[in-house]
């Protein structure tokens, strides 16, 4: 898959959940926050989807500290839409398709680690075209990330599988 960075192509910016510290975004999380908050200052037409659920040790959804944050950064609240039910890539843009449905593709930002999965899940599953933006990865963590995102690519091959040869 060829890296296409964003240019503002795409009027929706899937911005993908990551972890939240109690009501705080963590780094990885942060950094895909600031990318997003750049690009939308940058192209005042695009509208953002905030996407993430609560996992059982986040003290608010990844989707609304996103939300929450863009807004600190200068976004307005009218521009961005936010799906807090999400507990993985595919759905994030499962659950955020009511949002974007009809477009031909959408920008997605995330850790760029991440980037190129989420792309996949994107075209597989849901015909896109996407263009992205690659927020970094903080060091500390890089490592896990790599080899957390290997084995995710095994789980994505076999449920694609599943879902393209369902009855």
């Known amino acids: 898959m060829k890296r296409r960075h964003a240019d503002g192509t795409y009027r929706y910016v899937l911005v993908l959940g990551a972890k939240v510290n109690g009501i705080q975004p963590s780094r990885a999380l942060l950094h895909r926050i600031e990318a997003a908050a750049a690009y939308a200052n940058k192209h005042p037409h ?7 659920g609560q996992g059982p040790d986040e003290g608010m959804a990844e989707a609304r500290v996103i939300e929450r944050e863009l807004m600190k ?4 609240e009218a521009r961005i839409h936010v799906e807090a039910d999400s507990t993985s890539t595919y759905e994030n843009f499962l659950f955020s398709r009511s949002i ?10 995330t850790n760029d680690f991440h980037v190129r999965r989420a792309q ?12 992205a933006l690659y927020a970094k990865t903080p060091a500390a963590t890089k ?20 879902w393209k040869w369902r009855p």
């Not at 950064?73 to 307005?76: A, H, K, L, S």
């Not at 996949?120 to 263009?131: C, E, M, N, R």
Request: aromatic fraction near 16%; charge should be neutral; hydrophobic fraction near 45%.
């Open 46 to 52: 695009i509208e953002l989807i905030a996407s993430g």
């Open 143 to 162: 490592w896990k990330y790599v080899v957390r995102e290997q084995l995710a690519y095994v789980k994505l091959f076999i449920n694609y599988m599943r």
């Open 100 to 109: 974007w449905d009809g477009e031909p593709g959408l920008t997605i930002v």
């Open 73 to 76: 950064r200068g976004v307005d």
């Open 120 to 131: 996949l899940v994107g075209k597989l599953y849901f015909g896109l075209a996407t263009d």
